[in-house]
């Protein structure tokens, strides 16, 4: 019997894969995806992402302010994801978050953030409070995103209240240490493809070590596999009562030789990530953790239900 997917994460009604909609739900469907969980990030796409749940019955609609967003919010956003929130009683709330990143590191010329005031980390905790209280009011699944505020994330989540049901941190990218620390407090962990080595997709039998020999490459590879091997690290770190896997489609590709499906890139290049890699993505999970990958898919479905539902 082919497993089931599930993907925790995704932001199908981004511009990038609107095109290709029709072909994408072909393609999910031969992948043998079962349901996606599709996140907005804006009052903006909120609309966009419930048509979405109303064309598609295993699209799960997710809606909150991301940390990139908090900056142009309009005064009303909060009454506005009350309303959103209150029309459908399958949604969850995300992607909200913490992100030093757009603060500190990202280049004041990132076409990504062109036209967007940079929040504060005080606006951004402020927000991220907010939904977070909103979410524990009503015991519904959360997505968050965090980068370069693992730190802070963490104090924020001790002093605020969460769902009964958990949190999902998206996308992972913190310690094995504090990956710990996050799963006492109720955390979800959702994998993503983008963390594996490149290589062969065929190639499972050793994620960690790199893909190529060419001496040019050979510090690029070697890179990528200390990445790879902590993201390894951490994820064995976590129960497997509290794995899940996505995509974050169209963005976070999986590396080069990862991809079995593939969209049109973008004019200036960039690769579109097609969400039915999900499958790629679990069996690389699968090959960090040394695990029968039939077994572990049955696992991230109870684990996906468990939370989503």
């Not at 979800?188 to 070590?209: M, Q």
């Not at 994820?235 to 590709?253: K, Q, S």
Request: glycine share 6%.
């Amino acid at each position: 019997m082919m497993p089931v997917f599930f993907d925790a994460h995704n932001h199908l009604q981004d511009e990038w894969l609107r095109p290709h909609l029709e072909q994408i739900a072909d393609d999910l469907a031969a992948a043998g995806v079962a349901g996606a969980v599709v996140n907005g990030t804006c009052e903006a796409d909120w609309p966009d992402v419930a048509a979405l749940a109303r064309r598609f019955p295993w699209v799960r609609p997710s809606y909150g302010l991301h940390p990139w967003d908090v900056g142009n919010a309009s005064p009303h956003w909060r009454e506005t994801l009350l309303r959103t929130l209150d029309a459908d009683p399958r949604a969850a709330v995300g992607e909200i978050g913490l992100d030093r990143w757009i603060l500190e590191r990202a280049r004041p010329d990132d076409p990504r953030l062109a036209g967007l005031r940079r929040a504060p980390l005080e606006e951004q905790i402020d927000a991220i409070r907010s939904q977070l209280e909103l979410a524990a009011e009503r015991n519904l699944p959360v997505s968050i995103h965090c980068l370069d505020a693992w730190g802070v994330l963490d104090e924020t989540l001790r002093q605020t209240p969460l769902p009964a049901r958990g949190f999902l941190l998206h996308a992972y990218g913190g310690s094995a240490e504090m990956a710990r620390g996050f799963a006492a407090l109720g955390a979800y962990f959702s994998f993503n493809g983008n963390f594996l080595p490149p290589g062969p997709i065929e190639d499972r039998r050793n994620p960690t070590t790199p893909a190529s020999t060419d001496s040019k490459k050979t510090s690029e590879a070697a890179r990528d596999a200390t990445r790879a091997r902590r993201y390894a690290e951490a994820f064995a770190a976590i129960p497997t009562d509290r794995l899940l896997v996505e995509t974050d489609a169209p963005a976070m590709p999986l590396p080069e030789g990862r991809r079995p499906y593939s969209l049109p890139p973008r004019a200036d290049g960039t690769v579109v990530n097609h969400p039915a890699n999900l499958a790629a993505a679990y069996a690389g999970l699968a090959g960090f953790l040394q695990r029968p990958p039939e077994a572990l898919a049955l696992q991230i479905a109870a684990n996906f239900h468990r939370f989503f539902e």
